[in-house]
Structure formats: structure tokens, C-alpha cells
T-cell receptor, first 114, second 111 residues
Framework: EAAVTQSPRNKVAVTGGKVTLSCNQT?????MYWYRQDTGHGLRLIHY???????EKGDIPDGYKASRPSQENFSLILELATPSQTSVYFC?????????????FGPGTRLTVL | QQQVRQSPQSLTVWEGETAILNCSYE??????FPWYQQFPGEGPALLIS?????DKKEDGRFTIFFNKREKKLSLHITDSQPGDSATYFC??????????FGDGTQLVVKP
């Protein structure tokens, strides 16, 4: 079974602080994704990656950076956190090459920026 | 421009009824349409999917009806159960594995 884990599960940060959200997958999937979920907006793609060393901008990348140091790990970095970044963040992984590959989601990280 | 739209935003049905969740999309190049189910406090998980070459996909109580000409699809949940209460996301993609999600329909099934 696909396994995507996220840490921390909950985070409270201060405005202007740096926040790093981590994601690990044990499926050996090439593709990984970061989404944020807000009421009324569904899932919005922030950054994604096709493999170690690659990061791509999604639909709402402003204020976020991503890092993919290895096949298994994908981080989302908020250099200067703002209250508008308060949200639930989901990481997902998926198989490349499969045209209709399923995405497997982690349990989410609830971030509150005060 | 939002690529995938869902309606209604929320839906309440009684146990045993059929819930109908609607979805439409913009890009005619989309050829794969998964539906994801999300329970509170969890990440979404794939429920059922359909490819654009088909007009219907059935899996137990869950059925997708697809109308390519109108760029619309719907998810029917027959004999709805309280355990089906969740948020359902319609999504669309083409061949590059990038998935576009709708805003979701929150379903409540009352016993």
C-alpha cells in the first residue's frame, strides 16, 4: 500500500518566521506534489517535482519554495510566513510514465500563522 | 480560469437514497477523470475513475456517467450510507500526470 507521511502534523508559526514542511514517500514514485486546501477552494497545486533535484511551479507558488533532495523526500519552505498561508497542506506522490497515474496523499499538515 | 467545476457545494441525502454529484470541465484535451474521496482529518484517496473513451464506469454503489460532448460528468452513489459522508473531489488530467481538482462537494448522509 502506498505510504506518504508528513511532518509535522500541526504547526503554529509567527508572521515572518521560516517554516519547513516535510514529506516522505516509500513508494519509489518519481512525482511528488504539494497542495494547500482551503474551504471553498479545494486543492490548489503549489509546487511539484518529477524526481530528485527537480522542482516545478504549480498554480500558486508565490511565497513558497520547494526542495527535492532525494526520491523519497520533498519539502515545502515558507521563508517568510504570513497569516494568509494559514491552511492545510497535503503532499502527494504519483508514478511517472503512467498517463493516468493515481496520486497518493499524505495525512496533511495544519499550519497556523499568527 | 477554473478548469474543473463541481456542484452542488454541499449535499444532504437520507440513508438509502441516491446522491448525485456533478462536475464539468473546460479543457477538451482532458482524458482522465478521477474522483477522490476525503474524510475529515485525512488526505484524499482515489475512489473511482473514468477515461474519456468510456461513458460509464461502475464500481459497486458508485457510478460515473460521462458526457464528452457536453464536457460534463456525474458521480452517482446509490443506496447511500452514513459512512459515505465525506467530501468528494472531481478531477481531470491529460497524459502528464498533472491533475486539476474541483472545489469539492461535501456529502452528508443522514441515517
Amino acid at each position: 500500500e502506498a505510504a506518504v507521511t508528513q511532518s509535522p502534523r500541526n504547526k503554529v508559526a509567527v508572521t515572518g518566521g521560516k517554516v519547513t514542511l516535510s514529506c516522505n514517500q516509500t513508494n519509489n514514485h518519481n512525482n511528488m506534489y504539494w497542495y494547500r486546501q482551503d474551504t471553498g477552494h479545494g486543492l490548489r497545486l503549489i509546487h511539484y517535482s518529477y524526481g530528485a533535484g527537480s522542482t516545478e511551479k504549480g498554480d500558486i507558488p508565490d511565497g513558497y519554495k520547494a526542495s527535492r533532495p532525494s526520491q523519497e523526500n520533498f519539502s515545502l519552505i515558507l521563508e517568510l510566513a504570513t497569516p494568509s498561508q494559514t491552511s492545510v497542506y497535503f503532499c502527494a506522490s504519483g508514478d511517472a510514465g503512467g498517463a493516468h497515474a493515481e496520486q497518493f496523499f499524505g495525512p496533511g499538515t495544519r499550519l497556523t500563522v499568527l | 480560469q477554473q478548469q474543473v467545476r463541481q456542484s452542488p457545494q454541499s449535499l444532504t441525502v437520507w440513508e438509502g437514497e441516491t446522491a448525485i454529484l456533478n462536475c464539468s470541465y473546460e479543457d477538451s484535451t482532458f482524458n482522465y477523470f478521477p474522483w477522490y474521496q476525503q474524510f475529515p482529518g485525512e488526505g484524499p484517496a482515489l475512489l473511482i475513475s473514468i477515461r474519456s473513451v468510456s461513458d460509464k464506469k461502475e464500481d459497486g454503489r458508485f457510478t460515473i456517467f460521462f458526457n464528452k460532448r457536453e464536457k460534463k460528468l456525474s458521480l452517482h452513489i446509490t443506496d447511500s450510507q452514513p459512512g459515505d459522508s465525506a467530501t468528494y473531489f472531481c478531477a481531470a488530467s491529460e497524459s502528464n500526470n498533472r491533475i486539476f481538482f474541483g472545489d469539492g462537494t461535501q456529502l452528508v448522509v443522514k441515517p
